[in-house]
Each structure stands twice: as C-alpha cells, then as structure tokens.
C-alpha cells in the first residue's frame, strides 16, 4: 500500500501552552496524509511528545483545531471523541503493558474502547476479537507467547505486544512516542521493521518520535523538526541534509525552512 492525498490529521494553528506558562506547541499547521510514516525529531523538550499528544487529545491544546480524518477531535465530546480515539493506537516508551496479565489479555485491551467497561471487568470477549488479537500476534511474530505473563518477555517482545495491542483497536493512525528509547541496537530495527511493516502492508499512518536520527532516517518518509515549539523543518526524507538536521539540533531560533 502507498501513501494517498486523504488527510488523516491536520493541524490548524495549533498552540499548547502548559498551566505553568511553558510554552509547549506554537502555531503549529501540520497534514499528514494517509499511509505516510513520520518521524518528529528535535532536541529533549523541543515539543515532540506533546505534538504527539496532542493528535489523540491525551491534553488539550490551548488554541487551533487539530482534525482527524476531517474530524475536529479538539471540539468533540462524549461518544464522538471515543469514536475518534478508537481510530489511533499508541505505544509509549514504557510499553504501558499489565505486567502480570497474560500477552493475550494484554493485546485484548486494544478493543477497550468499543466494549462497555462491565464487559471489560468481566474479560467478555467476543471471538471475533479473541481472532483480531492473536493475527495481531502473529504480524508481530509472537503467537507463541499468548499466555505468557507479560513481565516475563524481554523489552523489545513487550514493544510488540503494545504494538499488537493497538493494531487490535483497528486504527487508521500508530502514534509511538520514543517507542525505542528503552531498547538495544537489535531489538530497536525488530520494532522499527514491524512498524514499517504495519504501515506498508496495513496502510496504517505512523506518526514516531525518535532521538535517533539515524533510525529516523532509516525509517521515516517524511522528517518533521521541531524546536522550542515550533516546526523548523518538514520534508521528505531525502530532503533532510545533515545541515537541516544540525540546525533542529541547534540551540539556535532561526527557521530552517
Ligand atoms: P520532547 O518530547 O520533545 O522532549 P515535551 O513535549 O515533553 O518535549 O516538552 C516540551 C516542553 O513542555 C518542555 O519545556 C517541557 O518541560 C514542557 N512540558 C511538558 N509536559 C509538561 C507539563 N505537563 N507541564 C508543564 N510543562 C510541560
């Protein structure tokens, strides 16, 4: 599958500003479009997690719109904002898992959003789900660890299981904020080329923040920079040169593009 011209997020004058007066977004305007995979990459407290979090509303942005599939999740409520949300899955640095919970009841969660919570408490799956769950396994490579607690796998097979967990929501969009920060060399590319994988042969839109830019451009198709706040940088890969990266990574306030 390839990338279309169908906006799955945009940003519209988008500016978060923290209770404490830090300044985390400003004005940012950002499409992605569907299919893309891209990496935001800037220096520690540029700005990259709450752009990330702002996408799926985990805070509220202080001004602008931010849309998903032509759909303002900022001004949306209720049933309308869950109905959202269940269209993008994440995966943190922290993998997020119920580490004493089994793989399988793990990767179950990802359909939270659609089961009323007495169904939830009472693990009422339907099988339909129970199917959704373990193929999510096993694009991940790790249907044989369906029962295994989730504590007893390593960092990188815990990665996979967040990563089977949102692929089991069913969403349009994966938002990984720093999902390697936590991992070796080898088992980062393992990450890396199941959500590359994802997104070629699901069409899932990827959205990552990442430290390395190594991995960001071995990755991403489109490179967005961010500093202090604001886009410096937004471009295809190729057009990300050392000195484009040298100037998101400077400590400079000159625009780069
Ligand atoms: P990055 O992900 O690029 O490291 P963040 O988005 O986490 O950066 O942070 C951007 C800025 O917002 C930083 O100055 C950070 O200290 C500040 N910030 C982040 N979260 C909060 C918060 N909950 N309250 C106040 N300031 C915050």
Redesign the pocket.
């Given at each position: 599958m390839s990338e279309s011209n169908h906006p799955v997020i945009e940003f519209d004058h988008v500016s978060k500003i923290?209770?404490?007066g830090?300044v985390?977004l400003k004005d940012i305007d950002l499409t992605i479009n569907q299919g893309e995979f891209v990496v935001v990459v800037?220096?520690?407290?540029?700005?990259?997690?709450?752009?990330m979090r702002a996408i799926n509303r985990l805070h509220d942005i202080s001004e602008g719109d931010v849309r998903i599939d032509g759909i303002s999740i900022t001004k949306a409520k209720g049933k309308k904002l869950l109905n959202i949300r269940r269209k993008i899955g994440m995966i943190f640095q922290s993998f997020n898992l119920v580490n004493r919970s089994s793989v399988l009841k793990n990767v179950l969660t990802g359909r939270v959003g659609y089961y009323p919570t007495w169904k939830m408490v009472l693990g009422l799956f339907s099988a339909e789900d129970k199917q959704r769950a373990y193929d999510a396994l096993r694009t991940v490579e790790l249907e044989d660890k369906v029962y295994t607690r989730a504590d007893q796998l390593s960092g990188g097979q815990q990665q996979r299981v967040a990563i089977a967990r949102a692929l089991t929501q069913t969403p349009t969009i994966i938002l990984a904020d720093e999902p390697i920060a936590s991992l070796d060399p080898q088992t980062t590319k393992r990450v890396m080329d199941d959500l590359r994988r994802i997104n070629q042969e699901m069409g899932i839109t990827v959205v990552a923040?990442l430290h390395s830019v190594e991995v960001a451009q071995a990755y991403a198709t489109r490179i967005i920079g961010?500093r202090a706040?604001q886009k410096v940088f937004d471009g295809p890969v190729t057009e990300a040169t050392d000195e484009i990266i040298a100037s998101i990574y400077s400590g400079n306030e000159q625009e780069v593009s």
């Open positions: 923290y209770p404490n830090v985390g800037g220096l520690s407290g540029a700005g990259k997690s709450t752009l923040n961010i706040g």
